[in-house]
């Protein structure tokens, strides 16, 4: 018998750690939330603005140039709108900064940064053919 096989450990593989998650996932779930809430407040701003007559809307948009300084309901909500687009952008600030540290997460990052750009598509094809293959290239 070798020393291989004597010192051969069956339940090594099972105690192996998890890898630890990528980051990335939770900034861009997060980062897609806080622009969703902050769509969403807008939406509904610029609903109750549409609702108001051609001459009220740029009566108003002439005495409020600011869209947060608007009176009720249409301030709050252009407010919390911009609230949520500034925390949006602050978690993409974190993004740019933050290095994957798996493959997926990489390929997320791509995903991310340009859906549509041929390139990048290309890429991001590869990038799943090497991972489906175990990260070999």
Not at 27 to 54: C, F, N, P, T, V
Not at 65 to 75: H, Q, R, V, W
Request: aromatic share 8%.
């Amino acid at each position: 018998m070798s020393a291989d096989i004597i010192n051969f450990d069956p339940f090594a593989l099972a105690r192996e750690a998890e890898p630890a998650p990528d980051p990335i996932f939770d900034l861009i779930a997060e980062q897609d939330r806080l622009r969703s809430i902050g769509i969403d407040y807008r939406s509904r701003a610029d609903e109750a603005m549409y609702a108001l007559s051609k001459e009220e809307r740029q009566r108003l948009h002439q005495q409020y140039p600011d869209e947060e300084d608007l009176p009720e309901p249409f301030g709050s909500l252009y407010a919390e709108a911009c609230r949520y687009e500034e925390e949006a952008g602050e978690v993409h600030d974190c993004i740019v900064a933050t290095k994957p540290i798996t493959l997926d997460g990489a390929i997320a990052l791509l995903e991310f940064a340009e859906p549509d750009e041929p390139l990048i598509i290309t890429a991001i094809e590869g990038l799943r053919d090497i991972a489906a293959k175990g990260g070999a290239a």
